[in-house]
């Protein structure tokens, strides 16, 4: 069965310092992982997706993620914070199946302090 | 281009009362799902409908049911409301369908904020 987990429930960094959120995976097939990010009050809009086509993955707003199988793990960096990055981000890998479900993680909540 | 819209955007329901969370997208997507959000815990799928006229269990199906009314709207009831269904409930759709499956993304809406006293 596929399942994430996100290490740290919360992390907090400078502005102008390096973001790096932790995800690790488990997969009986081949992932497909996604990176989602929640500002206040909204919902959920896609960050960064890998598909297998290339292990860096370049997102929105600066973010990228880097797909290690050895490590089984899917970190999303960005090198420099920015206050508006205050939010919530969640790491999510497809169910394996045909239908589109994702299996998503508990979530980093993202403190960006002047 | 709406997107996905959700109605209501915040509900207050007393103990054993009903309602149902509308939801509706207008990308012609053929796969909708329900997800509920609670502290820690992530999104957890409640209910999903591969394509118009299918419904299927997700990992939290207890106390709701669903309809796909046509391909454009998926809705989410609660027969009897419980306190521990006050959640944040956001549905999602994507284009799934004709081919390879798994990395498509999925579009969330704004959510609906529950409140069961």
């Known amino acids: 069965a596929q399942s994430v987990t996100q290490l740290g429930s919360h992390v907090s960094v400078s502005e102008g310092a390096l973001v790096l959120l932790r995800c690790n995976y488990s997969s009986s097939v081949p992932p497909y992982l996604f990176w989602y990010v929640q500002y206040p009050n909204q919902g959920l809009q896609l960050l960064l997706k890998?598909?297998?086509?290339?292990?860096l993955v370049k997102g929105i707003n600066g973010f990228e993620a880097e797909f290690k199988k050895s490590e089984t793990s899917f970190h999303l960096t960005k090198p420099s914070a920015h206050m508006s990055d205050a939010a919530e981000y969640f790491c999510?890998?497809?169910?394996?199946?045909?239908?589109?479900?994702?299996?998503f993680g508990q979530g980093t909540t993202l403190q960006v302090k002047p | 281009n709406a997107g996905v819209t959700q109605t209501p955007k915040f509900q207050v329901l007393k103990t054993g009362q009903s309602m149902t969370l509308q939801c509706a997208q207008d990308m012609n997507h053929n796969s909708m799902y329900w997800y509920r959000q609670d502290p820690g815990m992530g999104l957890r799928l409640i209910y999903y409908?591969?394509?118009?006229?299918?419904?299927d269990k997700g990992e939290v199906p207890n106390g709701y049911n669903v309809s796909r009314l046509n391909k454009r709207e998926f809705s989410l009831r609660l027969e009897s409301a419980a306190p521990s269904q006050t959640s944040v409930y956001f549905c999602?759709?994507?284009?799934?369908?004709?081919?390879?499956?798994?990395?498509?993304?999925?579009?969330f809406g704004p959510g609906t904020r529950l409140l069961v006293l």
């Open positions: 890998y598909t297998s086509a290339a292990t």
């Open positions: 999602a759709s994507s284009e799934v369908g004709g081919g390879p499956v798994g990395w498509e993304t999925q579009y």
């Open positions: 409908s591969a394509s118009e006229g299918t419904t």
């Open positions: 999510a890998v497809s169910d394996g199946g045909n239908t589109g479900k994702l299996i």
